[in-house]
């Protein structure tokens, strides 16, 4: 069964930064496009940064600047390295593999979805 994996969520003062990792249970799926995804309280889930298997990037207009999606292609992971963080950003992250990456614009896969990372951001 392909699993896709978060790891890294935690809690932190607004200004700080966090850094979440995303595994997949197979190579090729590692090194597909990836996304990342958060669903804050109440709220539905939202885009919030993709990057195609060649390292390429788009992010949602909320993060930009502040967050930063990657790839470490030698150890199958995509980072999101999050800096400045405001309570706002609290969220569940979640990483999507396997994914589209077409003319910076990022579709998800529905089959592989991690179960998510909570994010904690206080005031």
């Known amino acids: 069964q392909v699993q896709v994996m978060e790891s890294g969520g935690g809690s932190v003062q607004a200004g700080e930064s966090l850094r979440v990792s995303c595994g997949a249970s197979?190579?090729?799926?590692?090194?597909?496009?990836m996304g990342w995804y958060r669903q804050p309280p109440g709220k539905q889930r939202e885009f919030v940064a993709g990057?195609?298997?060649?390292?390429?990037?788009v992010y949602a207009d909320s993060v930009k600047g502040r967050f930063t999606i990657s790839r470490d292609k030698a150890r199958n992971i995509v980072y999101l390295q999050m800096n400045g963080l405001k309570p706002e950003d609290a969220a569940v992250y979640y990483c999507?593999?396997?994914?589209?990456?077409?003319?910076?614009?990022?579709?998800?896969?529905?089959?592989?979805w991690g179960q998510g990372t909570q994010v904690t951001v206080s005031s």
């Open positions: 990057i195609s298997s060649d390292g390429r990037s």
């Open positions: 999507n593999a396997g994914g589209t990456y077409n003319s910076g614009t990022y579709l998800p896969n529905s089959r592989f």
């Open positions: 197979t190579k090729i799926l590692a090194l597909s496009a």
